[in-house]
Structure formats: structure tokens, C-alpha cells
């Protein structure tokens, strides 16, 4: 399994971003999906999640109205839209696998990372 994670970048306060993470391996559609991200010098956080088929997600409180995750089973692809983008919102965004078709907070319910994306918001 490989997930490459793209769409980061300098935006501004407000501005909005769409993630992607683009997955290969064994089947897609089989794994709920998740973002974390790491701000500079504090642990990797749990963002959001969406399970195998996409009919559920769920996300961190500091996130829930501002961002949506969702996923194109078709194109093996989950993506992040984020909204009203915040100068906290700065960190590295990371898509990974869960281990099964439902999600879990914890990173040890994920397998496999892809290896991060930039998201830098200036105020």
C-alpha cells in the first residue's frame, strides 16, 4: 500500500484548500480512511475520518464545521476540504489506512502513512 498525500501549500486566513490522498495497493474501497496533522513541536492529532463505503465520518470539534472529508472509491482517492482556513490550521496533513473498514482516534488503528503535506496559513 502506498498513499501520497497532495494540495498543501500558503494560503491565507479564510482562504480554503483541498487535500488529496491518492492510495494504491490492495482494495480501496475496503479501509476507512483518515487525516491527522502535526503543527510544529506538538504530537501528530487526529483531524477526521470516513469509513470504507463513505457513509459515515467524523471529525475533531476545532475542525467540524470547517472541514469535510470524503472519498472517490472509483479513483482510490480520499480528500480533505478545508474552509475558513486559521493561522492554527498550520501543520503537516497526513492521510493514512485504517486496519479496518471503520475508523478509530487513535493512530494505532492506521497501518500504512503517507508522507505528509504542508499547509502553512498566514494571518
Known amino acids: 500500500v502506498q498513499l501520497q498525500a497532495s494540495g498543501g501549500g500558503l494560503v491565507q486566513a479564510g482562504d480554503s484548500l483541498r487535500l488529496s490522498c491518492a492510495y494504491s495497493?490492495?482494495?480501496?474501497?475496503?479501509?476507512?480512511m483518515a487525516w491527522f496533522r502535526q503543527a510544529p513541536g506538538k504530537d501528530r492529532e487526529f483531524v477526521g475520518a470516513?469509513?470504507?463505503?463513505?457513509?459515515?465520518?467524523t471529525y475533531v470539534d476545532f475542525v467540524k464545521t470547517r472541514f469535510t472529508i470524503y472519498r472517490d472509491n472509483d479513483k482510490s482517492t480520499v480528500y480533505l476540504q478545508m474552509n475558513s482556513l486559521k493561522p492554527e490550521d498550520t501543520a503537516i496533513y497526513y492521510c493514512?489506512?485504517?486496519?479496518?473498514?471503520?475508523?478509530?482516534?487513535?493512530?494505532?488503528?492506521?497501518?500504512?502513512w503517507g508522507q505528509g503535506t504542508q499547509v502553512t496559513v498566514s494571518s
Open positions: 493514512a489506512k485504517s486496519r479496518t473498514g471503520y475508523y478509530m482516534v487513535s493512530a494505532s488503528g492506521y497501518d500504512f
Open positions: 495497493g490492495r482494495t480501496f474501497s475496503s479501509y476507512a
Open positions: 470516513i469509513t470504507w463505503g463513505g457513509g459515515s465520518t
